[in-house]
């Protein structure tokens, strides 16, 4: 993600959400975390990728080398969630969800922006709205942002 896209989304998160625990799914190198926390954000970042996890590591960020499910973070740990352009790479994106939604807290939110360009799955706003509904997400803006009722 580039520096423009990072601030821009980093915007759009702030504006529902100032500040708190934050967690970035699918970090990369960490150039999300790293801007949320000069934000004032507390966050981590989990990256499958052992050479993108290594780089944002090297930076000084807390970023978790795996999946989310193997990062083992508590229920209710996040204010924020973050999935920028990985929802359609996953071989089960509902897995990834409820996960998301375990650890986000009650009235926290969720965002993400899925690309469908090239990966495993295609979404169309309406079977993702119907996926995130499924697994318990409500209030859904900007087709990008789903909160987890208080």
């Known amino acids: 993600m580039t520096g423009?896209?990072?601030h821009s989304l980093l915007s759009?998160?702030?504006g529902r959400c100032?500040?708190?625990r934050l967690l970035d799914v699918g970090c990369a190198a960490g150039d999300f975390v790293e801007l949320a926390n000069a934000r004032g954000f507390k966050a981590v970042g989990v990256e499958?990728?052992?050479k993108s996890a290594e780089m944002a590591r090297s930076r000084g960020l807390d970023v978790?080398?795996?999946d989310l499910r193997s990062a083992g973070f508590p229920d209710a740990a996040f204010d924020v969630v973050t999935a920028w352009d990985v929802m359609d790479t996953?071989?089960?994106?509902a897995d990834e969800l409820r996960e998301i939604f375990r650890v986000l807290k009650p009235g926290g939110f969720f965002f993400l922006r899925v690309r469908n360009v090239l990966h495993r799955f295609g979404f169309s706003r309406v079977a993702l709205k119907r996926i995130l509904s499924v697994?318990?997400?409500?209030?859904f803006r900007d087709g990008i942002v789903a909160a987890r009722k208080p």
């Open 135 to 139: 697994v318990g997400f409500v209030d």
């Open 12 to 14: 759009l998160v702030a």
């Open 90 to 93: 996953l071989r089960v994106p």
């Open 4 to 6: 423009p896209d990072c």
């Open 18 to 20: 100032p500040s708190g």
């Open 64 to 66: 978790h080398r795996g």
């Open 48 to 50: 499958p990728s052992p």
